[in-house]
C-alpha cells in the first residue's frame, strides 16, 4: 500500500511541476471539471489498452523508451552533473542490451501475452528516477559482472574489427586516389 501511495504522490508532483503538462492538465481540469490525477490514469489507462490491443503498439512502447530518455539524456548533457550522465548512460546500455535480445528473439516476442504492455512497463522501471532503478540493477548485477568477465575477449574482437575497418577504409581512400589519378592523367 505504501508503494502505491509513493507512486501516486509522484504522479501527483509530476503533473503539478511548471511546464507543457501541468499547462496541458490546468486546461484539462478547467474544460471537464475532472481532477488532473484521475485524467492522468485514464491517460495512463488508454495506453496500456493500447499497447495490449491496438495497431502500431510495438511503435507506443519504443517511442516511450526512447523519446523521454532521449529528452533528459540531451539536458543531462548539458549540465556539468556527471551523476545525471551515468543514470542515462547506464540506461542507454541496459536498452541497447535489450533491443539487441529482442531483435533475436523475432517472433518470439509475439507468442508473450501483452509483450508491448510489459515492455512499456520494464522500459518505465528502468528509468526512473532515483537509484536502483531497473538499468541500475540490470547493470549491477547482469552487465557489468559479465563485461568485466569478458572484457579482454571483448577488447580484442574491437580491436580486431577498428584494424579491419581502418584497412578497409584506407584501401578505398587509396583506391579513390588511384582512380581519380587515372581519371586527371585520361583527360
Given at each position: 500500500?505504501?508503494?502505491?501511495?509513493?507512486?501516486?504522490?509522484?504522479?501527483?508532483?509530476?503533473?503539478?511541476?511548471?511546464?507543457?503538462?501541468?499547462?496541458?492538465?490546468?486546461?484539462?481540469?478547467?474544460?471537464?471539471?475532472?481532477?488532473?490525477?484521475?485524467?492522468?490514469?485514464?491517460?495512463?489507462?488508454?495506453?496500456?489498452?493500447?499497447?495490449?490491443?491496438?495497431?502500431?503498439?510495438?511503435?507506443?512502447?519504443?517511442?516511450?523508451?526512447?523519446?523521454?530518455?532521449?529528452?533528459?539524456?540531451?539536458?543531462?548533457?548539458?549540465?556539468?552533473?556527471?551523476?545525471?550522465?551515468?543514470?542515462?548512460?547506464?540506461y542507454?546500455?541496459?536498452?541497447?542490451?535489450?533491443?539487441?535480445?529482442?531483435?533475436?528473439?523475432?517472433?518470439?516476442?509475439?507468442?508473450?501475452?501483452?509483450y508491448?504492455?510489459?515492455?512499456?512497463?520494464?522500459?518505465?522501471?528502468?528509468?526512473?528516477?532515483?537509484?536502483?532503478?531497473?538499468?541500475?540493477?540490470?547493470?549491477?548485477?547482469?552487465?557489468?559482472?559479465?563485461?568485466?568477465k569478458h572484457?579482454?575477449?571483448?577488447?580484442?574482437?574491437?580491436?580486431?574489427?577498428?584494424?579491419?575497418?581502418?584497412?578497409?577504409?584506407?584501401?578505398?581512400?587509396?583506391?579513390?586516389?588511384?582512380?581519380?589519378?587515372?581519371?586527371?592523367?585520361?583527360?
Open positions: 500500500m505504501a508503494f502505491q501511495k509513493e507512486i501516486k504522490d509522484n504522479l501527483e508532483k509530476f503533473l503539478q511541476t511548471p511546464g507543457t503538462i501541468n499547462d496541458a492538465m490546468t486546461a484539462a481540469e478547467k474544460k471537464t471539471g475532472v481532477q488532473r490525477i484521475y485524467l492522468a490514469y485514464g491517460v495512463l489507462g488508454l495506453n496500456a489498452l493500447w499497447l495490449v490491443y491496438g495497431w502500431g503498439a510495438p511503435l507506443l512502447a519504443n517511442s516511450i523508451g526512447f523519446l523521454y530518455p532521449a529528452y533528459w539524456s540531451i539536458k543531462a548533457l548539458e549540465t556539468s552533473d556527471l551523476k545525471d550522465d551515468r543514470k542515462w548512460l547506464t542507454w546500455v541496459v536498452f541497447a542490451f535489450f533491443s539487441v535480445l529482442e531483435y533475436f528473439s523475432g517472433m518470439l516476442v509475439y507468442l508473450i501475452p501483452f508491448w504492455l510489459l515492455k512499456c512497463l520494464f522500459m518505465c522501471w528502468c528509468m526512473m528516477p532515483g537509484h536502483n532503478n531497473g538499468s541500475e540493477i540490470i547493470y549491477n548485477r547482469l552487465i557489468k559482472p559479465k563485461f568485466h572484457q579482454a575477449q571483448i577488447d580484442k574482437v574491437v580491436g580486431d574489427a577498428q584494424n579491419m575497418v581502418g584497412g578497409l577504409v584506407n584501401g578505398i581512400v587509396q583506391e579513390s586516389k588511384n582512380l581519380a589519378a587515372e581519371h586527371i592523367k585520361a583527360n
